[in-house]
């Protein structure tokens, strides 16, 4: 039986990452139209969440009242919703998953980190992004590089 999971629906962009996929000068060549191009053909929402020990953290918190998700977009937020300064600490599992609050939507609750981490391949795709620090710092670097 498949596991529960966290998805990206990535098949809600397939047309546009084909037409994208044209644009591309591929060296060799039949890559565009044969493994990377048949990929883009046949693709499937892409399972995000894994369970391991190790990894870089889903920044969801759920609340164990009502349970409400809510996506964390910074550590500057996280602080905020935690009422603590976070800056210092790496946000990585174990010790984000000590970071809790109160439910924003309910109130009563408590918000817990689901324990998924995200998928390696995830990580290693948004490292262009990440060495500017996008989009807190340079997004003029990241934004003249993305096609549009």
Request: proline share 8%; net charge neutral; glycine share 10%.
């Amino acid at each position: 039986m498949p596991a529960k999971t966290w998805y990206i629906r990535t098949s809600q962009k397939k047309d546009r990452l084909v037409a994208l996929n044209e644009k591309i000068n591929w060296y060799p060549a039949h890559i565009k139209n044969g493994r990377f191009g048949n990929w883009l053909e046949n693709n499937v929402d892409w399972a995000l969440g894994r369970e391991r020990y190790w990894g870089t953290p889903l920044p969801v918190w759920q609340c164990d009242e009502c349970e409400h998700q809510l996506c964390v977009g910074s550590v500057a937020e996280l602080s905020q919703l935690a009422g603590q300064d976070l800056t210092g600490s790496g946000p990585a599992p174990p010790y984000v998953d000590e970071v809790h609050f109160k439910c924003t939507e309910c109130g009563k609750g408590t918000m817990h980190r689901v324990p998924e981490l995200i998928d390696g391949w995830f990580d290693s795709g948004s490292m262009p992004y990440a060495q500017w620090h996008y989009p807190f710092r340079k997004p003029g670097k990241v934004s003249a590089a993305v096609p549009g």
